[in-house]
């Protein structure tokens, strides 16, 4: 299969790369007719200003990407092209790629989960190996796929008696959507996508800030047997969005499969509305950090629902220059959610999965310039309030609560030696947890150290 994927994907460089090299030449017969002085020395025709202005490259500044728009501001905005237009659109494609790969050393109790263990283990992973296709099918019409690892590979799966590590991985489909644009104040996309209701949930993993996404952010939309039954923050479904009042408000509202039990289930409605107070964010795929690019300082709130399921936050994104030296990033969330405490089949399968709880959600950093690195803290916070009917078998809605929350704190240091394109992030976390030992719950803390490096090009 990977096979398959490599060979697909070197085609349909090529493919991109002979559009492309079109693209150049008739940009430069368009220039050579620019001169007055040319052999003819007549005056430009109607035809041919119209065909002047079709080789303006037609680039959908809209497109579906693992990063945000700046990062591809050497590319032109989006060209209206006349109807009348004697040169037939050309589609194009491109093919990219983002890797993820790192050693660490982390106790055996970090993370999510029952485990206690202090024992510290370590090795190396490659966590994200995504291959990434999108391109232009015409004028207003984008389409993103993308594939990921569903395991990192590398990791040590077996015990001691049985040992096993994951070798080799069949890719699985991670996005596949497409964009139309029918106006900047009015997009449709359709397809598997990511699926949040609040910013760092929405945002690319190419510009992360931190070293990987929160815990916490979409918790029960993670994994196909999580309370939404879906993967990675993935759901099937159509989104729309738009950007109104000179582009400093965006709104977002989709319907979506959700967890679908029995084929009837209500549809899953997410909706969010951002307004950016300083420049524009226009990026389909947020940033968690500019590098020094813009200013930018978003307020959104946003709303998930699905039968008794509801889950309502709102967040605040900065990031702007303070000083010649750099500048300031900090993003910051707090969530409400509840599965609800009903009987029925989609009541009583939310109350069973998603207790009451608050989510809190915040990172600091800055960028220093002319060195390109960035220390930042990160810090979050996972508070159970879990009613009777959610609590299943447990012994008590005190314990049940207590070894349900949780919180995160840690920091880094990231060396963006060629931006997004390529980067080191060295981290340390530590995660705070609530322990089952015997007929106690003692709290405690685990400790995990990272070393990523990060290659992307699209």
Request: net charge positive; charged share 15%; proline share 3%.
């Amino acid at each position: 299969m990977m096979r398959r994927l490599f060979i697909f994907s070197v085609a349909l460089s090529m493919i991109a790369s002979s559009a492309y090299a079109e693209d150049k030449n008739e940009e430069k017969n368009a220039e050579s007719n620019k001169n007055p002085e040319s052999a003819t020395g007549s005056q430009k025709t109607t035809s041919e200003r119209s065909f002047k202005l079709n080789k303006k490259r037609v680039y959908n500044k809209y497109i579906l990407r693992e990063a945000p728009a700046h990062y591809f501001a050497d590319q032109p905005e989006e060209q209206e092209v006349a109807q009348d237009s004697v040169v037939p659109f050309k589609p194009s494609v491109q093919v990219g790629a983002i890797v993820h790969m790192y050693g660490y050393s982390q106790q055996g109790g970090f993370g999510p989960g029952p485990g206690g263990s202090t024992d510290w283990g370590r090795g190396f992973e490659i966590y994200r190996s995504r291959v990434l296709v999108g391109g232009q099918l015409s004028k207003k019409g984008a389409f993103f796929f993308e594939t990921d690892l569903p395991i990192s590979l590398g990791r040590q799966i077996g015990t001691a008696t049985n040992p096993q590590k994951t070798v080799e991985i069949s890719q699985l489909v991670l996005d596949c959507q497409y964009e139309h644009t029918f106006s900047q104040a009015f997009q449709v996309i359709a397809g598997k996508q990511l699926v949040s209701n609040n910013r760092n949930g929405l945002q690319g993993a190419a510009s992360l800030m931190a070293n990987d996404f929160t815990f916490y952010q979409y918790p029960h939309n993670m994994f196909g047997n999580s309370g939404l039954l879906n993967n990675y923050g993935r759901d099937l479904g159509v989104n729309f969005r738009g950007l109104v009042a000179k582009s400093k408000l965006e709104y977002r509202l989709g319907f979506f499969t959700g967890a679908n039990l029995t084929g009837t289930a209500p549809l899953r409605t997410v909706g969010r509305l951002v307004y950016n107070f300083l420049d524009a964010d226009k990026s389909y795929y947020y940033s968690g950090t500019n590098l020094g690019s813009g200013k930018t300082v978003s307020l959104g709130a946003g709303f998930d629902n699905q039968a008794s399921y509801v889950n309502v936050g709102t967040d605040l994104f900065v990031d702007v220059p303070v000083s010649k030296m750099g500048s300031v990033t900090f993003n910051g969330a707090i969530q409400f959610m509840n599965g609800g405490t009903g009987t029925g089949t989609y009541s009583g399968y939310f109350a069973s999965q998603i207790p009451k709880k608050t989510v809190q959600f915040a990172e600091l950093g800055y960028y220093f310039k002319s060195v390109k690195l960035q220390p930042y803290l990160r810090f979050e916070n996972q508070a159970v309030s879990a009613e009777a009917e959610q609590i299943g078998t447990a012994a008590s809605i005190d314990d049940f609560n207590k070894l349900n929350s949780a919180s995160v704190f840690g920091g880094g240091l990231n060396y963006f030696f060629n931006g997004y394109g390529t980067n080191l992030r060295l981290s340390y976390t530590t995660f705070t947890k609530s322990v089952q030992e015997g007929a106690d719950i003692n709290k405690k803390t685990f400790g995990q150290v990272w070393l990523q490096l990060q290659f992307f090009v699209f």
